[in-house]
Antibody, heavy 122, light 107 residues
Framework: EVQLLDSGGSLVQPGGSLRLSCAAS????????MSWVRQAPGKGLEWVSA????????YYADSVKGRFSISRDNSKNIIYLQMNALRAADTAVYFC???????????????WGQGTLVTVSS | EIVLTQSPEFQSVPPKEKVTIICRAS??????LHWYQQKPHQSPKLLIK???QSFSGVPSRFSGSGSGTEFTLTINGLEAEDAATYYC?????????FGQGTKLEIK
């Protein structure tokens, strides 16, 4: 059974940093691309970032480019989202999600973590 | 960026009825259109991938259709457990985008 466990969310001040983690199990981790999708309180889904199965290719939404960095450790079956220069607009529940394939394009996200809440406020 | 527009944004429907949700894309996305269901305080769940392919374990009352820029999610024989918000998603080009969501209430 595929399991994704998101963690690392907390209250942080504007301009601060945070690292989210997503621990995966139940599938051949390095074979699949992974993504972060966020949901602001009471709002819809917003794709944030994705990484290919190999980790060689990374992609970002314009709203986080230059501030967020996605990475993965295929030896530990974990992906990370390093978030710097956080803003109030980054406040959201962050979900990690697994791709159907090893690439980010032309795919669907077939399994999701439970989400971790990031609150950016002074 | 490809914009996905869902209609309606809210729908209240009695049990056993048929529901149709539309997703329109700002440009052609081929077959890279997927549908998710999200219940309150839960993570999204994949229902339909590539326009019309049902994901494993999804009840047969859920179906998808469409092409190019207009797509439809249909629920035949609505059940109480189908109360949720439904999102379409395109992966044809970056950034991936989602529709704004359609909240479905069971009367």
């Amino acid at each position: 059974e595929v399991q994704l466990l998101d963690s690392g969310g907390s209250l942080v001040q504007p301009g601060g940093s945070l690292r989210l983690s997503c621990a995966a199990s139940g599938f051949n981790f390095s074979t699949y691309a992974m993504s972060w999708v966020r949901q602001a309180p009471g709002k819809g889904l917003e794709w944030v970032s994705a990484v290919s199965g190999s980790g060689n290719y990374t992609y970002y939404a314009d709203s986080v480019k230059g501030r967020f960095s996605i990475s993965r450790d295929n030896s530990k079956n974990i992906i990370y989202l390093q978030m710097n220069a956080l803003r109030a607009a980054d406040t959201a529940v962050y979900f990690c999600a697994k791709s159907i394939f090893g690439v980010v394009m032309n795919t669907a996200w077939d399994s999701w973590g439970q989400g971790t809440l990031v609150t950016v406020s002074s | 960026e490809i914009v996905l527009t869902q209609s309606p944004e809210f729908q209240s429907v009695p049990p056993k009825e048929k529901v149709t949700i539309i997703c329109r894309a700002s440009q052609s996305i081929g077959g890279n259109l997927h549908w998710y269901q999200q219940k309150p305080h839960q993570s999204p769940k994949l229902l339909i991938k590539y326009v019309s392919q049902s994901f494993s374990g999804v009840p047969s009352r859920f179906s998808g259709s469409g092409s190019g820029t207009e797509f439809t999610l249909t629920i035949n024989g609505l059940e109480a457990e189908d109360a949720a918000t439904y999102y379409c998603h395109q992966s044809s080009s970056l950034p991936h985008t989602f529709g704004q969501g359609t909240k479905l209430e069971i009367k």
